[in-house]
């Protein structure tokens, strides 16, 4: 039989596998989001779950998926670092001292938008990687990852209410984004 | 209560993250200003938009392995088995039959933990390789007969679109080494499994959740069928699932006669 030790560390293994798999999909998304690029995601992803397994003995539930993301989060932050493209970190201060000027005109009830319901996962999907962070975050981590507020909170290691007005900004922002969007197709038909 | 403030509650009225009086002031406000009812009635059009596209991607599987590769993983189930038998061969004073029984319990309780691992593995396999369905319709009248004479059974297949479980297609999966029916729905953006085998003869049971890897099974038998439904929806929106799948089912009465007619119809030909 082998030593304590080592069983202890495939307990471990064995429970992180559980624990944290499932949540494959979802981590591979938000970094899909965050990094706008397949290569950088994968490669994201595996440091992420490699690092999870590393300080599985700090998570302290109960949920597990913020968690992945949180560590997913600085991972993201490092490479953007690193490759010093970052658009995590250059937008982000410019993009939240802004006043709250409301970046929609005087909107009537919209029937433009019956229509957008219509459209294809690609064109959405293209219009939230193109918000700029943090919003693009806030805005996959509620609607796409499902998080609640506090969840999100945590993760990005901010407080509520900056949550809340991130989500705020970022939805006004791809509403106007598609409904420009829309608009420039009906000129082309 | 301002506009400006408005505008940011009313992102959480819509996420249902305010406590009830906040919500009424928020609701109070939108009521009477027609600038923050369009907003509200445009976000809300926007949020459905955006659940029910599909904006999630799935992670490749070669990315999948080389985490598993790096999470090598124990075999616990077999050292406990083998310490129970441990225990007999080293001479308890257990009787020969009880111990029989005890054996048998063991290997029960692994031959059902297996069963529910394979439907697990199909549910995340329908997940990963894109091939979540084999017909790929709304209409449960295009379902149903997409099975016909692929399967010992005709699996039953309700719409259940009105209750919030949109059907989005069936498959042919594999179960434990034999051809089962996969009904998939959705429930936003989670995918539910519904996976429908021959029943084993087994009386009917009630169906009872079980969990593994993170996703939850309901598991249940009825009609001479088993089911099995798997998700990562949490555990009431799937018992609510089953119920309702349930529920659609006895109202249709000529389905017993329907599954029963297909299960004798052997070739009698003249």
């Keep these: ?16 596998r559980d624990a ?86 005087e909107s009537t009830v919209s029937p433009e938008l019956e229509i957008l319901r219509q459209r294809d996962g690609n064109t959405i999907r293209r219009l939230v990687e193109e918000l700029p962070e943090p919003f693009r975050e ?17 993760v990005v290691g901010a407080p509520i209410g900056t949550v809340m007005s991130r ?23 | 209560m301002t506009c400006a403030e408005a505008k940011i509650l009313l992102h959480a009225l819509l996420d249902g993250e305010l406590d009830a009086d906040h919500a009424y002031e928020v609701e109070a406000h939108v009521g009477n200003c027609p600038h923050c009812a369009a907003d509200s009635h445009g976000y809300r059009e926007m949020q459905l938009a955006l659940s029910a596209a599909q904006l999630r991607f799935t992670a490749p599987i070669g990315l999948r392995r080389r985490i598993e590769r790096a999470l090598p993983s124990s075999p616990p189930r077999i050292s406990s088995r083998r310490s129970i038998l441990k225990g007999f061969a080293m001479g308890t004073a257990l009787s020969a039959a009880m111990a029989a029984s005890l ?39 295009t379902v149903k007969p997409w099975f016909n004479g692929k399967l010992a059974v005709a699996p039953p297949v309700v719409d259940l679109t009105a209750q919030g479980f949109t059907l989005i297609g069936g498959r042919l999966d594999y179960i434990d080494g034999k051809a089962v029916a996969s009904i998939v729905y959705r429930r936003r953006s989670h995918v539910i499994n519904l996976f429908v085998a021959q029943g084993s003869g087994s009386a009917d049971h009630d169906a009872k959740l079980e969990t593994m890897q993170g996703f939850n099974i309901q598991r249940w038998s009825a009609h001479g069928l088993e089911f099995f439904a798997v998700s990562d929806v949490n555990a009431d929106e799937l018992r609510e699932f089953v119920d309702k799948f349930e529920a659609a089912l006895q109202r249709s009465t ?13 070739p009698d030909r003249k």
């Excluded at chain 1, 997913?72 to 490479?79: I, P």
């Excluded at chain 1, 806030?138 to 945590?154: K, M, P, Q, T």
């Excluded at chain 2, 000529?254 to 052997?266: A, C, H, K, P």
Aim: charge should be negative; include cysteine.
């Design chain 2, 103 to 141: 054996v048998i319990g063991v290997i029960r309780t692994d031959q059902d933990h297996r069963l529910v691992a394979d439907v697990v593995s199909a549910h995340v396999r329908s997940l990963q390789v894109e091939h979540l369905t084999d017909v790929q319709t709304s209409d449960q009248h």
């Design chain 1, 138 to 154: 806030a805005i996959v981590l509620r609607e796409i990852n499902e998080l609640s507020y506090r969840e999100i909170a945590d």
């Design chain 1, 1 to 16: 039989m082998a030593g304590n030790g080592s069983n202890d560390d495939d307990e471990k293994t064995r429970r992180f």
């Design chain 1, 167 to 189: 989500l705020a900004r970022a939805r006004s922002m791809l509403r106007e984004a598609w409904i420009a969007e829309e608009q420039e197709e009906s000129l082309l038909t």
């Design chain 1, 20 to 105: 944290a798999l499932p949540h494959l999909d979802d981590v591979y998304t938000l970094a899909r989001y965050l990094l706008r690029n397949t290569a950088d995601a994968e490669d994201a992803v595996q440091e992420c779950y490699l690092r999870a397994l590393r300080h599985f003995n700090a998570f302290r539930g109960p949920e597990i998926k913020p968690w992945l993301f949180a560590i997913l989060r600085n991972v993201c932050r490092g490479e953007c670092t690193r490759r010093s493209r970052s658009p995590l970190a250059n937008n982000v201060a410019a993009e939240e001292n802004e006043d709250a000027v409301p970046l929609w005109q």
């Design chain 2, 254 to 266: 000529e389905l017993t006669e329907r599954i029963n007619g297909s299960l004798v119809s052997s």
